[in-house]
């Protein structure tokens, strides 16, 4: 492998592309280490040394894929989260609406103008998202009213409040285009997807001070068994997320004028894990809502309804909530799947080329077997991915669950980085086999 990335280094079209790629993730942590105008930093970093411990309840997950910038109220505060959410809502919208299905039939040209719309939603989301976190931390809710003391948002400044306010939210939008300029950036000048690679960067950046922490307080023998646990869930995503099934397909031989076409043989791959990350994040957007609904509700003296909610339901440790988010994973796997791979659509395809697989009549016939093979293979993949989802909460209970409540090492960030990790190498191992380099992967 270091061979690889010596090779790498000396082809200059390639180094380019990856000295590139750092400098963008630089500026990128630059950005989201800037404080926005108006937040007083001395008063974050005290908010911040306040609640350690004892988490940040609904913003776990988004300040984890920020890389902290979010509960530091930062100009790239907001991350990749709008663009994200932004691209799941249009893909979902993709089934419902005839006009975006027929954009995305129609190849390029079509896929351009709904990458256009997704642009326009990730600036509304981010408005919206934005103007969110603002009011949070303008009435304290954002570190759950326990730094009262050191206002996020100073009053008295002079300036109105209003300004302020409304100066927070352009700036934080205007964070969130520059990191989606940034990530297409990468995507189109550097290596691998540029989305992808930054919120790989965020995750990365909160693993040094989140093992440290377990160092200070568990001991060398807790933080060295961590990585070790840690080690061997990596290696069991990426085995499973490169494991597929290989349907066989065989092209039949047409004669079209002088020259003949078809008669090869190639496959459909059909991925253990088919849905990627995106059953995890609805789950955990989901269970995310009675949190939210608690805010609305006296924290001073909370009713038995709202206690048993809150012990239930919320806390992550809580039986309840893992087989919650473990069935709830498992359901939007299934449904994720059905939307984004349509069996008739592909055998009817394939019946337009003179495609067939070996024993199986095309059309109807074809699209019931490819139904069957993908109901029997989307089965292992919900439980492996609840499985892996479920992983921090048993930390919790281990480690102490006010204490690591931000913890990056199991679950989504390991499904992310490993995703992102490999994607990476095989794009660059792509571009090294071109110039008849040796791979990283022997």
């Not at 949070?136 to 570190?143: C, D, K, N, Y």
């Given at each position: 492998m270091l061979s690889a990335f010596l090779s790498a280094f000396r082809t200059p079209d390639l180094r380019k592309k990856l000295l590139f790629t750092v400098g963008i993730i630089a500026v990128y942590r630059l950005g989201a280490t800037l404080p926005s105008p108006g937040v007083s930093y001395g008063n974050v970093q005290k908010c911040l040394d306040t609640i350690q411990g004892s988490g940040t309840?609904?913003?776990?997950?988004?300040?984890?894929?920020?890389?902290?910038?979010?509960?530091?109220l930062s100009v790239f505060a907001l991350g990749i989260m709008p663009y994200i959410t932004a691209s799941i809502i249009l893909q979902l919208l993709t089934v419902v609406i005839p006009r975006l299905e027929q954009l995305r039939k129609?190849?390029?040209?079509?896929?351009?103008?709904?990458?256009q719309y997704t642009r326009y939603l990730t600036l509304g989301l981010g408005i919206l998202q934005s103007s969110a976190f603002v009011a949070?931390?303008?009435?304290?809710?954002?570190?759950q009213n326990r730094c009262d003391q050191f206002p996020i948002i100073p009053r008295g400044t002079g300036i109105p409040d209003w300004l302020t306010l409304s100066i927070l939210v352009m700036t934080m939008t205007a964070g969130t285009g520059v990191v989606m300029w940034l990530g297409e950036?990468?995507?189109?000048?550097?290596?691998g997807n540029g989305m992808s690679v930054l919120i790989?960067?965020?995750?990365?950046?909160?693993?040094?001070?989140?093992?440290?922490?377990?160092?200070?307080?568990?001991?060398?023998?807790m933080?060295?068994?961590v990585i070790a646990l840690v080690l061997l869930v990596i290696t069991a995503v990426t085995f499973i997320e490169q494991a597929q099934r290989r349907i066989p397909v065989q092209y039949a031989k047409r004669m079209i004028g002088?020259?003949?076409?078809?008669?090869?043989?190639?496959?459909?791959?059909?991925?253990v894990n088919q849905a990627g990350v995106i059953p995890v994040i609805f789950a955990s957007s989901l269970l995310y809502l009675p949190t939210l609904v608690l805010q609305f509700f006296d924290q001073t003296n909370p009713g038995k309804t709202q206690a048993w909610i809150q012990n239930h339901i919320v806390k992550a440790s809580a039986p309840e909530h893992i087989a919650i988010y473990f069935l709830l994973i498992i359901f939007f796997t299934y449904f994720y799947v059905s939307i984004t791979f349509n069996p008739t659509e592909v055998a009817d395809n394939m019946k337009k080329y003179g495609g067939f697989v070996p024993g199986i009549r095309p059309g109807?016939?074809?699209?019931?077997?490819?139904?069957?093979?993908?109901?029997?293979?989307?089965?292992?993949?919900?439980?492996?991915?609840?499985?892996?989802?479920i992983l921090p909460n048993f930390f919790f209970i281990w480690l102490d669950n006010q204490q690591f409540q931000n913890f990056p090492f199991g679950g989504t960030a390991v499904l992310i980085m490993v995703g992102v990790g490999l994607e990476t190498v095989k794009q660059i191992e792509s571009q090294l086999m071109q110039r008849n380099y040796e791979g990283f992967l022997r």
């Open positions: 309840g609904v913003l776990n997950l988004l300040d984890l894929f920020s890389g902290g910038a979010l509960l530091q129609e190849g390029q040209a079509g896929q351009a103008k709904i990458t949070l931390a303008r009435s304290g809710q954002l570190f950036l990468i995507t189109d000048r550097g290596v790989f960067t965020s995750i990365a950046a909160r693993l040094p001070s989140e093992g440290w922490k377990i160092k200070t307080t568990k001991g060398w023998g933080f060295l068994l002088r020259r003949m076409y078809g008669g090869t043989s190639t496959y459909i791959p059909l991925k109807k016939p074809t699209a019931e077997y490819l139904d069957f093979i993908l109901s029997r293979i989307t089965l292992p993949g919900a439980l492996y991915l609840g499985i892996i989802a």
